[in-house]
């Protein structure tokens, strides 16, 4: 029992130290990353849980150049007005410090974009509906082991957002049932990548015990 104690010790240790180290990056090198990688990350996130045990989740891989520069073109669109005012002052406020604006080269810059749907129903080929449950909060999780599986294998990521992202759907012809949650480039950081200089809570800002 000691032994396997004080080996889960070591490991919370190492994962906390590796998981602090991860950062949102938004300039990326436009070096090929390994197919193997990315797809072994995304089936490591489609191990989250989820409601029902329905697994509403589509992730597409997209490595064309032009479909990346499409996908490029239609966020900016959105961004651009965003960025003008639809976002309201108190959330432009919020993002000043992070430097961020309508302009998005980490989608053509990155080799790759891992666009995650979430499936708001099932959808059987001969067109019958059953409702899914829990999507967001099942989408979010499996989201988030992607993103600590991208890191943990040497990738760095972001997480965008374009609102509204109806536009995903159309550009990567998906189905009905499905609706875009996030957009993930993917690739190494850029040689002169530039990160916010950011301080994490503390753990006892965050971690309540009783």
Known sequence: MYVETE???????????????????????????????????????ATAPSGA?????????VQDPEVRRRI???AEEEERLSYDGRLGEEWLAALRPLGTDE????????????VVFQQRYWLGPDGAKRKHYYVDESVGIAVGMLLTAL???GLAALVH???????????????????????LPVGYPAADCQVPDLVRKSLDQVLVEF
Do not use: Y
């Open 151 to 153: 890191h943990l294998s």
């Open 7 to 45: 080996h889960s010790l070591n490991r919370s240790a190492e994962l906390r130290t590796r998981m602090d180290e991860r950062r949102t990056v938004r300039q990326f090198a436009p070096d090929p990353v390994p197919l193997q990688v990315v797809r072994d990350a995304v089936a490591c996130a």
């Open 103 to 114: 302009v998005k080269p980490h989608l053509t810059d990155a080799p790759a974009l891992i």
């Open 72 to 74: 490029r073109e239609a």
């Open 53 to 61: 045990h329905q697994q509403p989740w589509t992730f597409v891989l």
């Open 161 to 183: 957002t374009p609102s509204p992202m109806r536009f995903l759907a159309e550009v990567l012809g998906r189905p009905a049932n499905e609706k875009a949650f996030a957009v």
